[in-house]
């Protein structure tokens, strides 16, 4: 068993009182480490460790990546620090999930020491994104919050504020321009086991694109299937804290 980080980094905001093996949990695009929090202390063996990107709640005042490649390799770093060669996994929902696989990339490349295993859901694997063009930096404030509605994962009251879209809308559309302008890069697949939490009711992620995602490892790819929408994994906590126990269940 792994002790927590003890690197203080403003994208580990909530790193302290945990003992396990350190899960890296990437938010959903406009998302933020606070959706992670319920899951501390809930995993045996797991300490989770909620990642804040910039423009987002502790970090409001920074300005947002606009690209993947700036992220993984700021936040390359910061992994790599923070897990200091001991094992660790990555976990990442949506757009975390998109960056969670180009991170483990930046990793390799590098020769950093790799997580014992990632966990992915809400995403299409990386070879179909280019099927998934959302469209958000032509869209209006109107369209956009409209988009979220639907989507779910975002409090009414947040998107019914005027002061408060203000303050959400800049990180959503910075982290959907990292989205929408990434391109995918064939590499050898990565030599890890990978999870995939699918729903089967999600209109962004169909279950047969996310199963695609063992064209990404030389590695197992085990497939658990939730009942429900885009943000099934985060409204359903008890379920999945129950598929991260089982997927980290060697290691924690």
């Known amino acids: 068993m792994s002790a927590p980080t003890t690197v203080a980094s403003p994208w580990l905001p909530f790193h302290k009182g945990q003992s396990g093996l350190p899960l890296f949990c990437l938010p959903h695009a406009g998302g933020s480490a606070s959706a992670y929090?319920?899951?501390?202390?809930?995993?045996?063996g797991v300490a989770v460790l909620?990642?804040?990107?910039?423009g987002r709640e502790s970090r409001l005042a920074e300005p947002g990546h606009a690209t993947m490649t700036t992220l993984v390799d700021e936040l390359a770093t910061v992994v790599l620090d923070?897990?200091?060669?001991e094992p660790y996994a990555v976990y990442g929902h949506s757009l975390g999930a998109l960056?969670?696989?180009?991170?483990l990339r930046e990793i390799r490349r590098r020769g950093g020491t790799g997580p014992v295993t990632a966990i992915v859901s809400g995403c299409v694997a990386p070879q179909c994104v280019t099927e998934d063009r959302t469209g958000v930096g032509t869209m209006?404030?109107?369209e956009l919050v409209e988009m979220l509605r639907r989507l779910g994962g975002t409090p009414s009251w947040l998107l019914d504020d005027p002061a408060c879209l203000d303050?959400?809308?800049p990180a959503v559309r910075a982290d959907f321009g990292v989205k929408e302008s990434y391109a995918y890069r064939p590499e050898p697949p990565l030599d890890l086991p990978v999870t995939v939490l699918s729903s089967d009711a999600d209109p962004r992620?169909?279950?047969?694109?996310?199963?695609?995602?063992?064209e990404q490892t030389t590695s197992s790819c085990t497939v658990r299937t939730l009942t429900g929408g885009h943000f099934a994994v985060l409204e359903q906590r008890d379920t999945a804290r129950?598929?991260?126990?089982?997927?980290?269940?060697?290691?924690?």
């Open 242 to 252: 129950r598929h991260l126990s089982e997927a980290l269940s060697t290691w924690a």
């Open 167 to 169: 303050m959400i809308l």
């Open 205 to 214: 992620a169909t279950d047969a694109q996310q199963r695609r995602w063992s």
């Open 37 to 44: 929090r319920p899951w501390q202390g809930g995993i045996p």
């Open 99 to 103: 960056v969670a696989f180009e991170l």
């Open 82 to 85: 923070a897990a200091g060669g």
């Open 50 to 54: 909620p990642v804040q990107p910039p």
């Open 140 to 142: 209006t404030t109107a």
